[in-house]
């Protein structure tokens, strides 16, 4: 959830967010009467406790002869203790559903506004320019015997493919590359479970507005990601870290699954938009106050990697509409694909500030005159792409030849055994 004391103290900036984002600031007045409906429910529960406690001791010091009328007091007022202990479970339950409607405050800088209001902050190299007709990524694929949707399609249903020799090879390729420059970077290879508890996928923000994006498994509770950002911010919670050493940082390589729920008719050739594919992520705890640097050195991290595979990207700053509940700020790269005429996105990374951590309990230490402080604070959680199977769909339609041929980036090379070009099959 948000910070309490923000959404009492200064209820304004908290609506000028969920307006930003295109949602009523009424949510906003609803939390804060739910709030102090909470509070004003638990003050009535303690201070009949502390009656109770108090008339407890009176009933025991009694004399004989008034201890009936004061044993029937005590039973009158422990049935209003259990009353108002109800009361307090429901306004906690209300509170906590109103609460859940507020989504993170957004960074001052982001634009308002929904998908289409996102702002260029750069871009990188020129579309590329053919002087043939070029194929897309999918033609290119099966020329190579590298995409095979049709027995995708026969063994799984639509929106699931098989990525067959050069194809898997490549990804294996992009895959270690992104590890490589994570482990260079400082970050710690995690292989994560790829199922987790309703309580993760909640408090990553998940099961809010991307529910319908997300597989559940109704006999075990347990919910497939859609990225290692889940159980990666998982992984920590319930904690107290320890961040003086500086941020802790993890590289995740895992399967992920999504429903493509709303997606009918976008994309159904080739694989961008598919129901699972593998992904390389990058996950972050560090302090709020490094939150910012942390995020530009994750997208340097991202844009490092498509200029050394040759592709032409730009950065865009998401509009507030368009970040999802848990982000305050996200940025995009999003490669040129050729035969689309467009770019498309191969990675996103968000700064989710305190927002997850809150809702997942997991805290630090801040340093106060050169030691730990006794008190402790939420810690800040950001994710990245490093690589996934969407950036096979650029590098083939951005280094293909006429010959339906396509030239390997030299940086993949030493991941395919020296391979300079992959050619057609047949």
């Known amino acids: 959830m948000i910070d309490l004391a923000l959404l009492r103290d200064n209820p304004d900036l908290v609506k000028r967010s969920q307006e930003a984002r295109g949602e009523s ?21 303690e201070e009949l406790r502390a009656a109770q406690n108090v008339h407890g001791k009176k009933v025991a010091q009694a004399p004989k002869e008034d201890k009936a009328a004061l044993v029937a007091e005590a039973k009158d007022l422990s049935a209003r203790v259990k009353e108002a202990q109800q009361a307090v479970t429901a306004a906690e339950a209300a509170a906590s559903a109103a609460l859940a409607k507020i989504e993170n405050i957004v960074i001052d800088g982001v634009p308002a506004g929904g998908e289409d209001d996102f702002v260029t902050l750069r871009t990188h190299g020129e579309p590329v320019a053919f002087d043939f007709e070029p194929r897309d990524h999918l ?80 006999d075990d509770d347990l919910y497939l990601v859609g990225t290692s950002e889940v159980p990666l911010a998982g992984f920590h919670m319930d904690e107290i870290l320890d961040l003086t050493a500086g941020a802790k940082r993890y590289a995740g390589w895992s399967t992920c699954y999504r429903r493509e729920a709303g997606s009918h008719g976008k994309d159904t050739r080739g694989i961008i938009r598919m129901h699972q594919f593998n992904k390389l992520e990058m996950f972050v705890y560090t302090t709020p106050e490094d939150a910012e640097a942390e995020h530009l050195r994750l997208v340097a991290m991202q844009e490092a990697m498509l200029q050394d595979l040759g592709l032409s990207y730009r950065v865009i700053d998401v509009a507030a509409g368009d970040l999802g509940s848990s982000a305050a700020r996200k940025y995009d790269v999003e490669a040129w694909v050729p035969t689309q005429g467009a770019y498309r996105e191969l990675t996103s990374t968000s700064n989710c500030t305190t927002y997850q951590a809150r809702r997942l309990d997991i805290r630090h230490r801040p340093v106060v005159d050169g030691g730990p402080a006794a008190k402790t604070a939420h810690v800040a959680t950001l994710n990245g792409t490093l690589a996934t199977t969407r950036w096979i769909v650029a590098l083939l339609e951005t280094h293909q030849r006429a010959d339906g041929s396509v030239v390997i980036p030299e940086v ?12 057609p099959i047949a």
């Open 139 to 218: 033609a290119l694929g099966e020329l190579l015997g590298a995409i095979d949707m049709e027995r995708g399609a026969k063994v799984s249903g639509a929106r699931f493919t098989f990525l067959t020799g050069i194809g898997a090879r490549l990804e294996l390729a992009l895959m270690n590359l992104g590890m490589e420059r994570a482990l260079a970077a400082g970050f710690i290879p995690v292989i994560p479970p790829t199922l987790v508890r309703s309580e993760v996928m909640r408090g990553t923000g998940f099961l809010g507005q991307h529910a319908d994006e997300v597989y559940r498994l109704d």
């Open 412 to 423: 993949l090379r030493p991941y395919l055994g020296g391979l300079e070009v992959a050619e």
């Open 25 to 45: 600031a009424e949510s906003v007045d609803a939390a804060i009467d739910a709030d102090r409906a909470r509070r004003a429910a638990l003050a009535a529960f």
